[in-house]
Structure formats: structure tokens, C-alpha cells
């Protein structure tokens, strides 16, 4: 009898420590994305987000491109009409980013937490 209520109390520890270990996990959300970024590699080019639709507008001097922006990890997937490529979230500020356009990478720094939208 000792035996089997030594098991079921190890069995009960066991599972309040997994179910702990479980609840201690935070999930780690994606980065906010928002605003106007510009890049000083790429003049007159700039990134405009509206997080809450999740697109995307590009220009460059004028209405490149436009579509949807979706995460995974933190990569963002960036899916225009002609931008199909993932951009690299810079970790340590979440306010830069770099993204590959015509086979060049650009850095693209926010400078203002409004969307820009040109018309």
C-alpha cells in the first residue's frame, strides 16, 4: 500500500511540475510592424505598414508596389504584386529591418510610427 501512494505522490509531482514548466513558457509575439520606414541606402524608397490590416505599401518616388505582410518567426513574409520576399526583423530594436529588392539588401529604419500612404 506504501508503494502504490509513493507512486500516485510521485505521479501528482510529476504532473504539477510539467503543467508548471508549461505555463512558464511565454509565447513570443511578433514583432510590431507599423508605420513609415525610409532607408538611407535606397534613397526616396519607403516601407508603409498598417498592422492592422496587415499590408504593405513600397515606394519609390512613387507606388511601387502593395500587398499583405504575415510572420513566421521573426521573419516577416512580405507578398506584393511584385515584392515577394521575407525581410529579417533586426532583434535588438524592432524598429529596422532588412529586405532584399532586385537582388540588393537595404536596411529600412522607421521614421514615424504613422503610415505614409502617397497618392
Do not use: W
Not at 12 to 18: H, I, S
Not at 22 to 28: K, T
Not at 45 to 61: L, M, V
Not at 89 to 118: C, K, M, W
Amino acid at each position: 500500500m506504501k508503494k502504490i501512494l509513493g507512486i500516485l505522490v510521485l505521479l501528482f509531482v510529476g504532473v504539477l511540475c510539467f503543467y508548471s514548466a508549461l505555463l512558464s513558457v511565454e509565447e513570443i509575439p511578433n514583432p510590431i510592424v507599423s508605420g513609415t520606414y525610409a532607408s538611407d541606402e535606397f534613397l526616396g524608397a519607403t516601407f508603409s505598414f498598417e498592422k492592422e490590416i496587415n499590408s504593405f505599401h513600397f515606394y519609390s518616388n512613387q507606388l511601387e508596389d502593395s500587398g499583405l505582410y504575415y510572420f513566421t518567426g521573426d521573419t516577416m513574409v512580405l507578398s506584393g504584386k511584385v515584392i515577394r520576399t521575407d525581410a529579417v526583423i533586426i532583434e535588438e530594436r524592432r524598429s529596422e529591418f532588412v529586405v532584399q529588392i532586385d537582388g540588393e539588401l537595404y536596411r529600412f529604419h522607421r521614421i514615424s510610427n504613422a503610415p505614409t500612404v502617397h497618392n
